[in-house]
């Protein structure tokens, strides 16, 4: 009797995860129509083989596939488990909410480097799995001190998590603060590999001190102290008004000062002066769009950095 072969995930096509029913079926993480196509497409592939690949038991497959089961799944602990079961790719895990699998964050240590202790090293300022890495380093400052809309915190903290794990950024913050919320909610949304331990820099310099952009979300004095800090060393500076505080502090103040705006294309002026009229009173749709716009701008500005590096 001849043995079935096992099947290799790593020999599906990236054709497979480019087609528009399966990318569909991603982004809706319905996992039954995603094993259906998988199954019809790669003969070699059975529920079996595939209840192993994803850690389920061959019965959870077969009711999914004959859709006795709810298709759609929320569970990050089982889409991870698909994800890395089938091999699928960065943008196909970004389309479920997972992370990249080679995820960028410089504030995260593995469990290597958690083991290690001690200070932190310019190898925190790398990929999790240790690698090197020259993507655009970005300073989160804020908070929700008193002043501050939590509406819109709450928005912007949600599209910043998008922006750093899709365009794999690395992250300055403090030890308390919007940062560490950014990413708190990468850890809870995202699952990126290897993420143990987030790691804060102290010291309101240093958190500015290498990095390329700082974002003024919210915040009060020690907001504005980092804020005039960047100001002091020339950095690119990205408040979002609209979130109250220091931030529209900077914001206005950028808007007269020269100094502050100069390196600001007409485009980016304007995002920043309709994303400083958000009111908290909007609907939360119409908040979430405004902060989704300032990210988008940030992206466009790393976006023409890295090509000129390239």
Not at 58 to 86: C, F, K, M, P, Y
Not at 100 to 123: I, M, Y
Not at 179 to 184: P, Y
Not at 250 to 266: L, N, P
Request: include cysteine.
């Amino acid at each position: 009797m001849t043995r079935r072969r096992v099947f290799d995930p790593g020999t599906v096509p990236a054709s497979f995860w480019h087609r528009s029913d399966v990318q569909e079926a991603l982004a809706r993480r319905d996992v039954a129509q995603l094993f259906r196509r998988y199954l019809a497409d790669f003969a070699d592939c059975t529920q079996t083989q595939l209840a192993l690949l994803t850690e389920h038991d061959r019965s959870d497959v077969s009711n999914w596939v004959r859709g006795t089961r709810h298709g759609q799944v929320s569970d990050i602990n089982v889409l991870t488990r698909i994800a890395e079961g089938l091999c699928i790719p960065d943008n196909g895990r970004i389309l479920m909410g997972l992370a990249p699998a080679d995820a960028l964050v410089s504030s995260v240590r593995d469990e290597r480097e958690l083991a290690r202790g001690g200070e932190v090293t310019e190898q925190v300022r790398q990929r999790v799995d240790g690698s090197d890495s020259a993507s655009t380093r970005i300073a989160i400052c804020g908070s929700r001190a008193p002043g501050t809309s939590s509406a819109v915190i709450d928005a912007a903290v949600r599209s910043l998590a998008r922006l750093v794990m899709v365009r794999r950024l690395l992250v300055n913050h403090g030890p308390v603060g919007v940062g560490i919320e950014v990413i708190t909610h990468i850890a809870d949304h995202y699952q990126p590999p290897g993420l143990r331990g987030a790691v804060a820099i102290f010291g309101r310099r240093n958190v500015i001190l290498d990095a390329e952009y700082v974002l003024v979300i919210g915040g009060g004095s020690g907001t504005q102290a980092e804020a005039d800090i960047a100001v002091s060393m020339g950095k690119r500076i990205l408040p979002l008004g609209a979130t109250g505080g220091s931030a529209r502090a900077v914001y206005q103040q950028a808007m007269r000062s020269q100094r502050s705006s100069a390196w600001m294309s007409r485009d980016t002026r304007d995002t920043l002066t309709r994303c400083a009229e958000i009111s908290e009173r909007a609907a939360p749709d119409t908040i979430q769009q405004l902060t989704d716009d300032f990210v988008y701008t940030i992206e466009k500005l790393v976006d023409a950095d890295e090509g000129d590096h390239a």
